[in-house]
């Protein structure tokens, strides 16, 4: 569904009192000038931070902070019954906090907790703050209940430290507000994702491994899930949190990857491989950790090839199955990058192949990713580049006009 076909939503923003709250005035502006009827419920803190003029201004209504204001109309409880989704950005440790307790003591505790609608919340505070073990709890807590969290991302923060803890983009936080209220363009559709880097072990405490995080399948996963696909996640060591609407599959080599993608595959409508999978493996693993004294000087691990995931599935794929690969390349010249890619899908036999430049400081572990996806023929046929939650839905949207083609 583009834009223009959805029906305005009546989105209530709330706004918590740190600095990143100067960036909730562009989320709402996002959000008014695509149609949507936007109320801001300000916490008295977030108003130290931005004014009510400019809040008023931007969101094109009152904004409401006191919990006893408009007592005759039951506002307490009205603007969250009248929401159909609710977006808290930035959302403080503190909001957070109050969230998981369920205080209602101002009113955006009331909103909230008078409303049935999706809750969306955009993390923002300093990474300490962040890590520290409440915060985890509280975050966790909240993801058990379906709220879905955006971000934080990781990068400069207000002082002069950076880290995880800044406030995901306001793109970002509107793409996921959408995501929260429809469409469920997926509805009905079961997809397989695998995300992770295999580890393949060497003896009980050590492996060859490599750096991927995981971040770009869970967003496809977390993504699709939103878009009301079922959706299950064969997941290689990831580094990233997985949303409860997804059912994870933990695994760690690359032959335990195989064998529950393999199991899983024949009944899925869709399969992303986006897992970085070894490609060897040592031949035997030490029953006990290797030492030094017996090993000498120089220590040499025999490699063996491991199946080819992808290869396989396209050998046994379902007619009607979209598969879909990814590449990860070092190379830098855009050209050749390509043609190592057109090499790819033609051996892995793939519907769809998504290509993505990696390196030392590029594609793996990062926030942002910028892909190339070929079909069978070796065209492109969509170029994405963004944060992995945007890329992800720029692949969804392309799966979709696929499996519609193909259906027609
Ligand atoms: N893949 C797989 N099984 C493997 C290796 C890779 O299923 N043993 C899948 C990956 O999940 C990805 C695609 O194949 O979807 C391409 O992975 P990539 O690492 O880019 O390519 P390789 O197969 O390793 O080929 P090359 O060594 O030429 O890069």
Redesign the pocket.
């Known amino acids: 569904m583009s834009e223009s076909e959805r029906s305005p939503l009546n989105v209530v923003v709330g706004v918590t009192g740190g600095i990143a709250a100067y960036k909730a005035v562009a989320v709402i502006r996002a959000l008014v000038l695509e149609g949507h009827d936007v109320h801001v419920v300000a916490t008295e803190s977030a108003l130290r931070f931005v004014g009510l003029p400019t809040l008023e201004a931007i969101s094109r209504n009152p904004v409401s902070h006191e919990l006893f204001e408009g007592v005759a109309q039951v506002r307490h409880v009205a603007i969250g019954q009248s929401a159909d989704v609710i977006v808290l950005a930035p959302a403080t440790a503190n909001t957070i906090a109050r969230l998981a307790a369920g205080f209602a003591d101002d009113l955006l505790g009331t909103t909230i907790l008078a409303s049935t609608a999706p809750l969306v919340i955009a993390p923002a505070m300093h990474t300490e703050m962040w890590q520290n073990a409440a915060t985890v709890h509280n975050i966790a807590t909240l993801r058990d209940r379906g709220v879905i969290i955006v971000g934080p991302a990781s990068g400069q923060l207000t002082g002069t430290d950076s880290g995880p803890g800044r406030m995901a983009e306001p793109d970002d936080i509107v793409d996921a507000v959408l995501a929260a209220v429809g469409p469920k363009d997926l509805a009905g559709t079961r997809i397989l994702v695998?995300a992770g880097g295999t580890r393949e072990p060497i003896d009980p405490v050590r492996f060859i491994g490599n750096r991927s995080s995981g971040k770009q399948g869970v967003a496809i996963a977390a993504a699709a899930a939103a878009r009301g696909a079922s959706v299950t996640l064969i997941g290689a060591n990831l580094d990233v949190p997985v949303p409860p609407a997804v059912t994870l599959v933990a695994v760690s080599s690359?032959e335990e990857l195989?064998e529950a993608t393999l199991g899983a595959s024949s009944s899925a409508d869709v399969v992303i491989?986006?897992?970085?999978?070894?490609?060897y493996r040592p031949d035997a693993v030490a029953a006990s950790k290797l030492k030094k004294d017996t090993q000498g000087d120089e220590l040499t691990l025999r490699l063996v090839k491991?199946?080819?995931?992808?290869?396989?599935?396209a050998e046994s794929k379902p007619a009607d199955q979209v598969l879909i690969?990814?590449?990860?390349?070092t190379e830098n010249d855009d050209p050749a990058l390509l043609e190592?890619g057109r090499e790819?899908i033609a051996?892995?036999g793939?519907d769809l192949?998504v290509v993505n430049r990696v390196g030392w400081t590029t594609g793996f572990g990062t926030d942002d990713n910028s892909v190339v996806v070929l079909d069978r023929a070796g065209d492109i046929v969509m170029e994405a580049s963004g944060t992995k939650p945007s890329v992800a839905g720029r692949i969804l949207d392309l799966l979709n006009r696929t499996r519609h083609d193909t259906s027609t």
Do not use: H, N, P
């Open positions: 695998t690359a195989a491989m986006a897992a970085a999978v070894a490609d491991t199946q080819d995931i992808l290869a396989s599935l690969g990814f590449a990860a390349e190592l790819k051996r892995k793939c192949l």
